[in-house]
């Protein structure tokens, strides 16, 4: 058959009524052929607009690939009726229309669609397609299109590249897809939308996507059964206002962001799946009404720093018989009205904590097994518990913790192998534990301080190397409990404390699929400062000591405006008038040893004798005294350094260091989120000084969005210059009872302006380090000497200097070279 020529086979009804022919264009073949008949095109392109109205086959004489339809504009084939094509290459160029329009019961068969159009393949009004073997290209527009109630069926066909979405299914359609593989996807790859719409897909892969892997929202329900969805640059799975997916045997893997992103209601059946290798949550289910439903899943290897499944803003989720492994943490239900339910799983290889509840969020645990993780448990504020059942804590730092109002329940549960406490309640925290063990531990079994109520009924504690029961304050109450160290603790007299009945009632069942990183609340702080109240000197003195340091000429002047603000504050007050805002929390920026310590206490003396303070004094930090070794520690660390220093100054040196470069989630974070909490709920009972090297402060500040506002006021320190740097060294002469010569202060002169200024350089620390030298160098000159004056132990000379060559004096007090 010749090149550029289309038959018509005449194997319609009414093929009797004339014979078959051969024509140069489609148009006149579509025109002659009838309902049944066979239009065969030999190779060729050719630039028409082809639509076929009539039960037709159409196909390639010399089969895929020899036959290319390129019109210059509109679509290139349109199907309205039942008809077969096969074998054909339809390139568009036109943004503005689909290459292939389908309204009808068409088929479509080992096609390639390769255009720049709006949607390659677009389903409408109705249509029934079945779409085999087809690879659509398309870098302008959507891959495939099904809407307005079509009905369409995909397999084996491949979307190979799509400037937008690669499959979208909307408006009450529905699509099968079978052994499909969309990739290279601008958009998402697969869309439902709308009430109504629904996709199956059954091995089938989404990879290679510029967003979304799978989109669901808008009421459309999905199920993918044997799918991969990988290598995408958001979520995995985003679903929204109420849309539903079912997976079955799924694997996500190689996700930046979140496995599974619900929120607006969505819901989500999970089984037999696995997510692995995401950078955010595995699970990240958000608002009242969304849910998650996991049976025999696995969560696994995450690449960034949160929490695998996260549970908040009274959203639910239910986890039967899954495991969550090599994660930082496995667990994390927050806010009020938050649920989540576990049953028969395993947590283990956690960096952090295992199950996390705070906000008031609950959770019902039924044999869950921990092993390999910072902290087991951790219920971490008022309203924030659960029941627990049996569940199984091993090899952790430390096993359950209870703090600030949390009042979990928990019966036959155990804890083995605890580098720290099995169990600590404090800071108001609660708790019930019921016939529970804590057993071979390095610290305490059950710790409870701060003299919370928590209650131990017939619990067991044996092998743990600090005891069994601590109790340092009256408050705990233990009846019938066990302990090889000891006999068991005293039962106080038996109080009213919540019952497992309330929990059961206040944690429902999270209902079948069917039908992510916020700032840690800080412990309570009491607002008396510790200690006596010192006797303040009066402000002109500490100004005066302020004034007779050496240099610090911009600091000074920084000190006396904020004094002068304060006073006049005062006379505004007085007058009836607004007092100016006093931004009284500082950073302070520069070199080591410029005086910023010193600076400190003077301004937290100066503030305290104006009555702006309580006391005045100062409490000197560093990121060890704030930082603890595990999760939890932090914060309860940095808020009693903060109560120590209420009334006072608060001053953190190197505060950079709290906001490492490359920390992650590293704890310095936590004791920053935990500082401004307090910072806002203490504002007028404390002065925060935060110091460091300039360009590191920069980072700090940026590394909470409430730090910069709290610390607006940035006082810089000048590295000393050598003609300051002597004048200390003179005056720690003169304090010491030695003199300089006047050859001396020269050659120590010269010593400072040539000193390198890098990172070491430490300016005061410097002045006095050469000054202890000189004192050591001159000592060794003049031991050997049998009879010294009082002049020759006084005076340093320049050979006593840092660098200098060694000399030795004889008894005339004349150098001779040594």
């Not at 092998?463 to 603790?489: L, M, T, Y």
């Not at 909470?704 to 200390?728: C, M, Q």
């Not at 002045?767 to 000497?785: D, I, K, N, P």
């Amino acid at each position: 058959m010749g090149a550029g020529v289309v038959r018509v086979t005449l194997d319609g009804a009414s093929r009797w009524r004339r014979r078959s022919g051969e024509y140069s264009t489609m148009s006149e073949a579509l025109a002659a052929a009838e309902a049944g008949d066979t239009v065969t095109i030999g190779p060729g392109v050719f630039r028409e607009n082809v639509v076929v109205e009539k039960k037709l086959t159409v196909r390639s004489a010399e089969g895929p690939g020899s036959v290319r339809f390129e019109p210059p504009t509109g679509t290139a084939l349109t199907l309205l009726a039942p008809a077969s094509v096969q074998g054909l290459v339809l390139e568009g160029q036109d943004g503005s229309a689909p290459a292939v329009l389908v309204g009808g019961d068409a088929e479509l068969t080992d096609c390639r669609v390769a255009t720049r159009s709006s949607v390659g393949i677009e389903v409408y009004g109705g249509a029934r397609p079945t779409v085999r073997r087809v690879t659509v290209d398309n870098p302008g527009g959507l891959g495939v299109r099904v809407a307005d109630g079509s009905v369409a069926l995909l397999e084996e066909c491949e979307v190979v590249a799509a400037g937008q979405a690669g499959v979208v299914v909307r408006t009450g359609a529905s699509a099968r897809l079978e052994r499909c593989r969309v990739h290279h996807a601008a958009g998402a790859g697969l869309v439902l939308t709308g009430e109504g719409s629904t996709v199956d897909a059954v091995a089938c892969e989404f990879y290679e996507i510029n967003g979304n892997g799978v989109q669901a929202e808008d009421r459309a329900v999905g199920r993918l059964a044997d799918c991969a969805v990988h290598r995408v640059t958001d979520n995995a799975l985003m679903l929204d206002s109420e849309a539903r997916l079912e997976l079955a045997d799924c694997r996500i893997h190689e996700v930046p962001e979140n496995g599974a992103d619900l929120r607006g209601r969505a819901t989500l059946l999970l089984e037999r799946t696995t997510l692995r290798s995401f950078g955010r949550n595995g699970l990240s289910v958000w608002d009242p009404g969304t849910s998650v439903r996991a049976v025999g899943c696995e969560v696994r290897d995450s690449t960034g720093d949160y929490p695998a499944v996260w549970v908040s803003d009274g959203a639910q989720v239910s986890l039967t018989d899954c495991r969550v492994h090599d994660v930082p943490d496995a667990l994390f239900v927050l806010d009020r009205g938050s649920a989540a339910e576990v049953v028969e799983c395993s947590f283990t290889q956690v960096r952090n904590t295992a199950v996390s509840v705070r906000d008031g969020a609950t959770v019902r645990l039924d044999q869950l097994r921990v092993q390999d993780a910072n902290t087991g448990l951790w219920f971490r504020d008022h309203g924030s518990g659960g029941l627990l059942t049996g569940c199984e804590i091993a090899d952790v730092t430390t096993g359950v913790i209870a703090t600030r109002g949390a009042d979990p329940v928990l019966r036959t549960c155990s804890v083995r192998g605890s580098s720290e406490a099995a169990v600590y309640v404090s800071a108001g925290g609660r708790g019930t534990f019921e016939e529970c063990t804590a057993t071979h531990g390095k610290g305490f079994g059950f710790h409870v301080i701060d003299g919370c109520a928590t209650v131990l009924t017939r619990c067991r504690a044996e092998q743990n190397a600090r005891g069994g029961f601590e109790f340092p304050e009256p408050g705990p109450i233990a009846e019938g409990c066990v302990s090889d160290d000891a006999k068991a603790p005293a039962a106080e007299p038996v109080r009213a404390v919540s019952t497992a009945s309330a929990w059961e009632a206040a944690v429902p069942l999270v209902p079948s699929a069917r039908s992510g990183s916020p700032a840690e609340p800080a412990p309570r702080v009491d607002s008396q400062p510790i200690g006596p109240l010192p006797e303040c000197r009066p402000a002109e003195v500490a100004l005066a000591e302020l004034d007779s340091l050496i240099g610090l000429d911009t600091v000074k002047q920084e000190v006396r405006t904020l004094i002068d603000l304060i006073s006049v504050g005062r006379r505004r007050q007085q007058a009836g008038l607004k007092a100016p805002s006093l931004r009284r929390h500082l950073v302070f920026t520069g070199s080591p040893g410029t005086g910023k310590t010193t600076v400190a206490r003077l301004y937290g003396e100066i503030l305290a004798s104006l009555g702006v303070l309580q006391r005045g004094h100062l409490v000197e930090v560093a990121r060890l005294d704030l930082v603890g070794e595990h999760v939890g520690s932090t914060a309860l660390r940095t808020s009693e350094v903060f109560q120590r220093s209420l009334g006072g100054v608060l001053f953190i040196d190197e505060a950079y260091a709290l906001a490492p470069e490359d920390g992650g989630r590293d704890f310095g974070r936590e004791a920053i989120d935990t500082l401004v909490k307090l910072m806002e709920d203490h504002r007028d009972e404390v002065v925060v000084i935060v110091a460091g090297y300039t360009a590191e402060m920069e980072r700090f500040l940026a590394s909470n969005p409430g730090v910069a506002s709290r610390f607006s006021r940035t006082v810089t320190f000048a590295d000393y210059s050598a003609a300051e740097l002597l004048e200390i060294t003179r005056r720690q002469a003169t304090e010491h009872e030695y003199q300089l010569s006047e050859e001396t202060a020269q050659a120590l002169l010269e010593h400072y302006a040539l000193l390198p200024k890098g990172p070491s350089f430490g300016n005061g620390r410097t002045a006095r380090q050469v000054f202890e030298t000189m004192v050591e160098r001159h000592a060794v000159r003049l031991a050997q000497v049998a009879e010294l004056t009082t002049e020759q132990l006084q005076l340093l000379l320049p050979e006593d200097l840092p660098g200098t060559a060694a000399v030795t004096t004889g008894s005339a007090g004349r150098r001779v070279p040594g």
